[in-house]
């Protein structure tokens, strides 16, 4: 137990950049959770009240329409908090949280970091971030599909992707993600068969390529461009 509080100590400051007394406080009540590609860390509309800090890996947000259809709100990358709003309310959580790449996870009981924030409200603010985060993201979502054709979405999709997971390569700038055309589809609102034929068409341009099936970005200005073309 101590190995893991100094590991959660650690991983904490680097990734939330919290004061050490406010991560003492959590890494105290905390635990951590390894979880597979594929696994389902919760599901929409379950009972479930704890917050999460994702150490390593990745981890897909989404929901479910009547009709079963997926739309995937969010990739939650390294650092990111999630589980939070189960905090405000005593609501069902309104989100699917799987794993798309083998995560480590830090967790911790919501009823816990209620006595943690009374002893040191600061932490609360950091809850608020993450809320604040979601909030931009989802503003963001709404105005590409008020504004935005198919070819502007994706277009807008990619360069976030590359700010959230590029790693910087030779020919451009790789997105360190590998999604399916569907899972894309489901992040932009759009169909398969119209997110292959954009790909195909940046392809062809010359604005991205593939490799190892993912994406990489080598005319983002480009990619800005079509932004540019509104519905």
């Known amino acids: 137990m101590e190995e893991m509080q100094r590991r ?7 990734f939330s950049k919290m004061e050490r007394d406010e991560v003492a406080l959590i890494c105290e009540r905390a635990y951590e959770k390894w979880f597979r590609k594929g696994e389902v860390i919760f599901f929409e509309n379950d009972d479930n009240r704890n917050l999460y800090v994702l150490v390593s890996g990745r981890v897909k947000l989404s929901m479910l329409s009547a009709e079963g259809k997926e739309k995937v709100l969010t990739i939650l990358q390294e650092g990111d908090i999630f589980g939070e709003v189960s905090l405000f309310d005593q609501d069902p959580l309104p989100v699917t949280a799987e794993v798309i790449k083998d995560s480590r996870l830090i967790v911790l009981p919501v009823k816990d970091l209620e006595n943690i924030i009374m002893k040191n409200p600061k932490v609360a603010i950091k ?3 993450a809320l604040a985060k979601k909030t931009r993201l989802l503003t963001g979502q709404i105005r590409d599909l008020v504004f935005y054709d198919a070819e502007g979405r994706l277009a807008s999709l990619l360069l976030r992707f590359a700010k959230d997971f590029g790693i910087d390569v030779k020919s451009g700038t790789l ?3 590998v999604l399916t055309h569907q899972e894309i589809a489901n992040l932009l609102g759009s169909s398969r068969v119209t997110v292959t034929k954009l790909l195909n068409q940046f392809i062809d341009e010359g604005i ?3 490799y190892k ?3 990489v970005i080598m005319k983002p200005e480009q990619l800005h461009d079509k932004m540019q073309n509104m519905i």
Do not use: N
């Open 8 to 14: 959660c100590l650690k991983e904490l400051m680097v």
């Open 127 to 129: 809850i608020i971030e």
């Open 175 to 177: 997105i360190d993600l």
């Open 208 to 210: 991205i390529k593939t």
């Open 213 to 215: 099936r993912k994406i």
